[in-house]
């Protein structure tokens, strides 16, 4: 057994990946349950809510009635049985038990207090949840359903933990390290599945990305061809899987390789020596992240044929735009990331393009196109009787376009109405387009600084961290400035086609039409959800957070004449020496 340390705290086991792969694809035949159509259970609900209309009549009102009365008793009560009729996406989910894997991540969450809210007829949320960092899965769903996320459906649903099943698993883990009876309950009871579990981070070792983000997506979908009720598998990807092209559009596409390659690749090599040959196995690619989804997308195709089963592909995920609390976010990667480092005035300069669009979404918005895309699926194979899979490209560049230039320059000026209160320095980014010269930019803008900094500490006989504070933000602007540097042309025909064949109720309840996103009231509210949720920053203290942005406003500028006098002083010297 080979364990791979993560983070030098979480561990992942890759026991017999290979084997895994090979010997489930030998045995595994089509389990996939054939779909109903909707007229055949609409005239089954009838059927039995004329029964229930007739059992709900008394003996006397059958007696002294006539049948017009009847008719009529019946008619009143059969309109308040359908008073809680829900749209036709709500009414797909009805009595449905839906499986998560990735649930208690960012869209995950959102994901999960959507469907409670919006949905409330659906049965049950089996939960796929793993023990991390000493917390059992009891613990760790506390912690989740304490966020403010969830603040709105306990108002309007109290009870609403009671829909939530949490099954212990992983999905790095062969069969999803699912306990034999907790496997038998999903595949007796789960109808609809969202698989979301993937590790997102850019620079992931390339065995911990496999494990995760391959495996995991083999290991689901064998999971669900030995359900019998399965109605529709969402596998959740990302709009640059394929990011080496330049023109995305929503098919499937040649992975780098195999499943089966990479894992036996994987068990087969040292870390180190793994380590060493990973950019040579990325090829194209820039980071693992999108490699191995790259991967896992052929993996839906190739194992996934035969399954009710669809791609969802979004692009960047930002903050929520308005659903369930504005602003909502959880953590600090990719952009948002970057928008946190220049509020608080420790970057400063950046490896972009202010003219390529940056292609990001909301997440709310982004989960009301999840949710109602496992209904597309679902209908369009019902009606069409084929076993073509559809992938989504949820996008904003289409429709809504943002230049980073512009997503950049909209931060800052609304920072000057929500300041950080541990702000160190003025918020202003110089853009620098060759990384050459981003390199000297930010050896005289960032590590010139951190040194003199960590110089003033050691005097002072305190640990010095800038430099290494710096070391790791430079690290993270390496990664994100390939997506910066670049623009890319996507087409969205099945999202355009699931919008329209939306319901009016519908589209106010998942509302996912991009083209109708304001992005300055959208960035503003995203700056205070920054604050709030992830800095964990009081806003009473916004006017004394505003007052101290002006004070660093002044100092940069005092500190921009000094240097900038310092300079004139040594041309003159110079002049006057020579002459």
């Known amino acids: 057994m080979e364990t791979i340390e993560c983070n030098g705290t979480n561990t992942v086991a890759v026991e017999n990946l ?47 009635a006539s049948n ?20 036709t996406v709500q009414e797909f989910y009805r009595g449905a038990n839906v499986l998560i894997t990735g649930g208690t991540g960012f869209m995950g969450k959102v994901l999960v207090e959507k469907l409670l809210r ?37 108002e309007v649903q109290p009870g ?34 969202f698989h979301m ?82 950019p040579k196995i990325l090829g194209a690619w820039p980071n693992t992240y999108t490699y191995t989804k790259a991967i896992a997308e052929d993996i839906v195709r190739t194992v996934g044929k035969d399954l009710p089963v669809g791609v969802f592909r979004p692009s960047i995920i930002l903050c929520t735009r308005s659903e369930p ?26 490896h972009f393009k202010g003219k390529m669009v940056g292609d990001m979404v909301p997440c709310d918005m982004a989960v009301n196109a999840l949710v109602t895309s496992a209904w597309h699926i679902h209908e369009q194979r019902s009606r069409s009787g084929t076993g073509a899979i559809p992938v989504y490209n949820y996008v904003s560049s289409c429709e809504n376009p943002i230049s980073w230039g512009d997503y950049i320059n909209k931060n800052i000026k609304y920072s000057w109405q929500v300041p950080f209160d541990n702000a160190v320095w003025m918020v202003t980014l110089t853009e620098v387009h060759v990384h050459s010269l981003y390199k000297l930019y930010a050896l005289l803008i960032h590590l010139l600084p951190a040194l ?23 690290k993270f602007t390496d990664v994100i400035s390939y997506f910066c540097t670049r623009q890319w042309k996507f087409s969205n ?10 319901s009016e109720d519908d589209r106010k309840i998942f509302d996912f039409n991009i083209s109708n996103l304001n992005w300055d009231l959208y960035l503003r509210q995203g700056l205070m959800g920054l604050r709030t949720f992830v800095l964990k920053e009081d806003p009473k203290n916004l006017p004394q957070t505003i007052r101290k942005r002006y004070r660093l406003y002044w100092l940069h500028q005092c500190v921009k004449f000094f240097f900038f006098f310092i300079f004139l002083w040594l041309c003159w010297s110079a002049i006057i020496s020579i002459f």
Request: include cysteine.
């Open 493 to 502: 025909q099945n999202v355009h086609h699931m919008w329209n064949k939306l």
């Open 452 to 474: 003199i900094g960590d110089i003033a500490l050691l005097i002072l006989r305190q640990k010095p961290r800038f430099m290494k504070t710096y070391k790791k933000l430079h």
């Open 68 to 87: 017009a009365e009847i008719s009529s008793i019946r008619s009143a009560k059969q309109m308040h049985l359908s008073e809680d009729r829900g749209t």
């Open 197 to 278: 579990a993937a590790t997102v981070r850019f620079d992931e070792k390339l065995q911990i990305a496999t494990a995760i983000n391959v495996v995991g997506t083999r290991e689901l979908l064998l999971l669900c061809r030995d359900c019998p009720n399965i109605k529709v598998v969402v596998h959740v990807s990302t709009a640059f899987s394929h990011c080496h092209r330049t023109s995305i559009d929503e098919e499937f596409y040649d992975p780098p390789t195999t499943g089966e390659r990479i894992v036996q690749l994987v068990e087969k090599l040292d870390d180190n020596t793994l380590t060493t040959i990973t």
């Open 118 to 154: 919006s949905c409330p007829h659906l049965s049950s949320i089996y939960l796929l949840v793993r023990s991390k960092k000493g917390k059992d899965v009891g613990l760790r769903m506390q912690e989740i359903f304490e966020d403010p996320l969830f603040e709105k459906l306990r």
């Open 18 to 64: 290979s084997g895994s792969f090979i010997s489930k694809a030998a045995t595994t035949t089509n389990n996939s349950a054939p779909s109903f159509s909707n007229r055949k259970v609409e005239h089954k609900s009838k059927i039995i809510s004329d029964l229930v209309v007739s059992s709900q009549l008394t003996s006397e009102e059958r007696v002294s």
């Open 160 to 193: 609403f933990r009671e829909k939530i099943l949490p099954v212990e698993g992983d999905c790095s883990k062969p069969g999803l390290d699912l306990s034999p009876c907790d496997r038998q309950r999903i595949v007796d009871n789960v109808h609809i599945v």
């Open 325 to 350: 609390v504005p602003g909502w976010i959880d953590n600090l990667y990719g952009p948002t990331g970057a928008v946190a480092c220049v509020g608080l005035g420790m970057i400063r300069t950046m």
